[in-house]
Structures are given as C-alpha cells and as structure tokens.
C-alpha cells in the first residue's frame, strides 16, 4: 500500500496565542503556580481526528518530529541500511558515547568520517551525557550533536544514490526534494514555508493535524519501509533518544514511534494507526509527553496502566524541602 493525499490543503496561518488552551497545570500545595497552553490533535492512520484540543489547523516548525519522515526518504533511495542505522537516521540522540561511536561507525561503512557531517558542533543534549563529556575533557563536536545520526543518514543515501554530499542541505538536492515529497504526501498538506532547522537541514512548517496525520500513517505501518522503520526504532529504542529518556522508556513500554521536536513538540504513534502531535505553545518541554500520553489514552489508543507507568516515570514532582507537595497535572 502506498499513501497518496487526497487533498493538499493549505494553512492559512501561523500558530497564535490564541489557539492554545491550558493543557497542563503546576500544581503546588493544592494551588496552581503554572499554565502550560498548547495544542494538539489526535488522528488515526485514515485521517479522522479523533481528538483536539486548541486549534490544530494554523502551522508550526514541527522541528525533529519530522525526523522519522525523513527517514522514510532516505530508504525510497534504495539504500539497505542496518537496524541501528536507520534508528539513529530517525534520532534525537542524547549523545552518549555509545551514541557518537555508533555515529562514527555509520558514516565510516560508506566511506564517511565525522568532517563529512554538516550539522553544527554541539555538545550533547543529555544532561548526564552533556556532564560526562565535558569531565571527559572533551571539545564541542559534530557527533554529538543530536542530529548527527539523521545527517550520517543523508550522506549515507547520498553516497549510495550517486547525489552531491557537499551541498546535501540545500533546498533544491534530489535528497530533499524528495524528502519534501515524502512530508507532503504523508501530511497531506503542501508546505508553504520552508525554514532551517537547528541542525541545518531544512525544515517545513506543518499544520499539528497534518503533522499526526502522517505520524499515524508512519505508525500504522502498511508499506515495506514503514515496517521496516518500525520494527528498527523498536530494537534500537535506546539509539532514537537515550537510556531513561522520555521517547527511549515510551517506545519500550507501549511501542511505535515516539519522537521530541525542541520548541514543546513531540508525537506518539502507536501501532494501531493512531498519532499524537502536541505543540506547548511556549516552547517548555515539561508537559509534552505527559499530555501525549493522556491524549492517546482518552482514546484508547493506549492502556491506562501503561499511561500512568509512563507519566510517573516522567513526570517532575513539586517539593517544598524534602516534601513532595504537588506535580503537574495533565487538563484536557
């Protein structure tokens, strides 16, 4: 099965403040301190949404939730990568050292080394990785950067297609133009502006629901390189974010595709077909994955016992000295 769209529609605008609602509240000694406003859209794998919360409609940088699209451009090259390969091609790593030397060996199998890369020098985004390889004495680099899987990915098609590797990020490279295909077919929406993401690579402003959308098709997994792109984030769960991290634990727990985008975004795909896309509307993580993972279940998409072991494990608790005396609590 391939997914052509049956329509192409266009946002008509940007994100505001005003299509946002208070999806979360920081609630300490009973009293609320915080408000987390933001929006999201649940849609499954035929494109009915089946919950929203906000407006999901206008458009937004979706950042690295775009990231397992991307992959799925990489393969319709024909290249026949490894598991793992593909997994850190989807990652928003959180720069271990298994990471960077899985990175390295990555770009090293087609003839690759660490300068070929043309994302930034970074340290890595792990707290606890970023600590270590500092104590390490280690300088900036390319391969900690947390997209350097995605860009040894590019090269690696690059490399096997016979396209340029030194102009690999511009706009008009076979590589993405036919990345901006994959995103338009998937989302069933036309890109109206293309930016550049953190890392360099182009990035294309997505409307929420457009966005689950075509999470929910990557998820639901009917084509040969969505089972593929799956069944690799599944073994290598580790490799798409890190041991312990929000997307790793979610992933190993319920399944399918999780993926961080900066900014407050993140999406959840199950295998069943069905995607949430959360957009925090001032860029704050903290809330993301928890009001996903309520998103999802107060559809059924997943088990409540599975949403609460996940949210319990993410979720930052409120002290006043050694006391817990409040959290965050999810409102939609």
């Known amino acids: 099965m391939t997914h052509s769209p049956r329509s192409k529609p266009v946002a008509a605008a940007w994100l505001g403040a005003n299509d946002g609602v208070v999806v979360a509240e920081l609630v300490r000694d009973g009293h609320v301190e915080s408000l987390h406003h933001g929006v999201l859209a649940v849609v499954d794998h035929e494109g009915t949404t089946l919950l929203e919360r906000g407006n999901p409609d206008p458009i937004v940088y979706p950042r690295s939730t775009l990231k397992p699209l991307q992959a799925l451009a990489v393969l319709e090259t024909g290249i026949a990568l490894s598991s ?17 030397d899985a990175v390295l060996a990555f770009l ?12 930034p020098h970074d340290l890595p985004l792990g707290s606890a990785e970023r600590a270590q ?12 950067m947390n997209c350097s899987g995605k860009h040894a990915g590019f090269l690696a098609a690059c490399t096997h297609a016979g396209y340029s ?41 997505l409307s929420l629901r457009g966005l689950a959308r075509a ?46 985008g900066s900014e407050g975004l993140v999406v959840i795909g ?42 319990e494990r993410m979720a930052l608790p409120v002290t006043g000295g050694d006391a817990i005396i409040g959290g965050l609590q999810v409102r939609i």
């Not at 793992?84 to 960077?100: I, Y």
């Not at 511009?170 to 995103?183: A, D, G, K, M, N």
């Open 84 to 100: 793992l390969n593909l997994t850190l091609t989807t990652a928003s790593h959180s720069g271990s050292s298994r990471h960077r």
């Open 215 to 260: 999470i929910a098709k990557v998820a639901h997994a009917d084509t040969p390189h969505e089972q593929q792109l799956n069944a690799a984030v599944r073994d290598n769960s580790w490799a798409i974010d890190g041991e312990g991290r929000d997307n790793t634990v979610t992933i190993e727990t319920v399944g399918g595709i999780a993926k961080i």
């Open 133 to 144: 390889f500092l104590a390490e004495g280690h300088e900036p680099s390319r391969l900690a």
């Open 270 to 311: 199950t295998s069943s077909g069905v995607a949430v896309a959360v957009k925090i509307l001032d860029g704050s993580m903290r809330a993301t994955s928890l009001v996903a993972l309520s998103a999802l279940e107060s559809v059924g998409a997943i088990s409540a016992a599975d949403a609460s072991t996940l949210s």
């Open 108 to 119: 090293r199998a087609y003839g690759l080394e660490e300068s070929s890369l043309q994302c």
């Open 165 to 205: 590797t030194e102009d690999y990020l511009s706009l008009e490279h076979p590589l993405q133009r036919s990345i901006t295909e994959t995103i338009t077919r998937y989302a069933e929406e036309t890109p109206t502006f293309t930016s550049r993401d953190g890392c360099g690579a182009p990035l294309h402003a």
